[in-house]
């Protein structure tokens, strides 16, 4: 839709969002302008309560004051400094925090401004990790089906969304995908489901066919978030540790969502007793209130740019906000609100609440999955045939109507609050759920 006149501050028409049904959106839309602990304010002065943590980052709450003030003081301390040839003391605080928080053989931090940016760095250092060591054949890279891994054209790349990746041409060459774990046979378990380690041996099949000493790296979310809410069976990851191992391949996980207590632990990794050779983290590293991404990787990784003449830049990437000083400055302050609170484990110490309430949708209308582990839950709906995602996406409008906010991606509703809900919000969140999911009967 042109526009036929420049636009009034307040018209909707310029921004073209993203990920958004732009008309519908334009036609009915949903404002939120401000924001405080577990709640938004809608624009129509509405209290909503926040299922989602953002997109998945506001994991302390929103407007928490150690992390306000943090920026404000940064912004008027130090804005910028250049993140090429020169260094400020944040940077180098927040990477030793950051690595603290890490699985042991996690020692060193990249910093990037996003999780795609987290994706596609990681997926260069494997490549250039391999070349370093003059083993510059390897490089294959292996994704999953089901997987979300950002936007940059690495990502979609060895992502495993169909809409995401179908209009943009041909891709990064050399792409395998293993398959996803969601099994029918595992509907409605709580917590890791028992069946699908097996999938995981579907590695051993692509090294067959293309030989390990091509391949550089797999990467995988340890739980999948943005298709649904997908878990890992028992014993896969440790499966895709030992092949990836074994041939000499680099494990990425992508923690973008699992990062910073989603799951009860700092990371995945610790929570599956798993570590990969590289973490790509973000979201929750600021709270959402900065962008920033970060990868985070083992010393092996590191130390092999490690080994040239010493005036000589190490790996040719990086970005003009990389370690930003107000972003580390978030990231810090961040960092100690969820320690000063707890929220770290706080996910462990809720699971059965949290599952229990969950689960208790079972038998609603068009309800056909629960799923859950940490504080991130789903339930899946029965589609409308023919108009895939429509029955979710109702669901959701009519839940925004309610006073909760929930995500759906296809006609799954996913939920994953800040931290710091208590057992009466998980109560209103579930309960509002449930009568919305009645009404749609
Ligand atoms: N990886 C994963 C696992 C994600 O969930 C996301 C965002 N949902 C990304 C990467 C991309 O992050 P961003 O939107 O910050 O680029």
Redesign the pocket.
């Known amino acids: 839709m042109a526009l036929d006149r420049k636009p009034a501050p307040n018209d909707l028409g310029a921004f073209w969002m993203p990920f958004t049904s732009n008309r519908q959106f334009k036609s009915a839309p949903r404002m939120l302008v401000s924001a405080k602990d577990m709640h938004y304010t809608s624009a129509d002065g509405r209290q909503i309560l926040d299922g989602t943590a953002g ?3 506001c994991n302390a709450g929103h407007g928490r004051p150690k992390i306000t003030a943090a920026v404000q003081d940064q912004v008027e301390t130090l804005d910028y400094a250049p993140a090429f040839q020169m260094g400020h003391p944040l940077a180098f605080e927040l990477a030793n925090r950051l690595v603290n928080l890490a699985p042991d053989g996690i020692d060193h931090v990249f910093y990037c ?7 596609d760095t990681a997926l260069k250092i494997a490549l250039a990790y391999h070349r370093a060591r003059g083993d510059a054949a390897r490089t294959r890279l292996i994704g999953r089906e089901r ?6 054209f690495g ?1 979609i790349s060895v992502g495993g969304i169909v809409n995401n990746r179908r209009f943009f041409g041909s891709l990064l060459a050399g792409v395998d995908h293993l398959p996803h774990t969601h099994l029918a046979e595992n509907a409605y378990t709580k917590g890791q489901p028992d069946h699908g380690a097996h999938l995981a041996d579907e590695l051993e099949r692509i090294v067959a066919l293309h030989g390990a000493e091509t391949i550089a790296a797999v990467i995988v ?1 340890p739980m ?3 298709t649904g809410v997908l878990m890992p069976p028992k014993g896969y990851l440790k499966r895709l540790r030992e092949i990836t191992k074994k041939h000499g391949i680099l494990l990425i996980f ?5 990062g910073f207590g989603r799951l009860g632990s700092p990371f995945a990794a610790q929570h599956f007793d798993v570590t990969p050779d590289m973490i ?1 983290c ?2 929750g590293l600021t709270n959402g209130v900065i ?1 920033m ?1 970060a990868v985070l990787v083992s010393a092996e990784i590191h130390d092999a740019f490690m080994t040239g003449p010493e005036h000589v830049i190490e790996l040719f990437h990086g970005y003009t906000y990389s370690g930003n000083p107000v972003a580390c400055a978030a990231g810090i302050a961040t960092l100690d609100t969820y320690a000063e609170d707890g929220l770290l484990t706080r996910a462990a110490d809720l699971d059965s609440y949290w599952q229990e309430a969950l689960h208790g949708l079972r038998g609603l209308p068009h309800v056909i999955d629960i799923r859950n582990m940490g504080l991130i839950g789903a339930v899946e709906l029965q589609g409308i045939e023919g108009e895939p995602g429509k029955r979710a996406f109702d669901v959701f409008v009519r839940a925004y109507e309610a006073g909760i906010l929930i995500r759906v991606t296809g006609d799954i509703i996913a939920m994953s609050p800040p931290l710091i809900i208590s057992r009466e919000q998980i109560d209103e969140l579930i309960g509002t759920l449930a009568e919305v999911l009645k009404a749609t009967a």
């Open positions: 997109l998945w980052c401004n996003s999780g795609s940016e987290a994706v997987g979300y891994h950002g936007v940059g990502g979310e999948a978030g943005s992508d923690e973008v969502i699992t790509t973000a979201k962008p991404g």
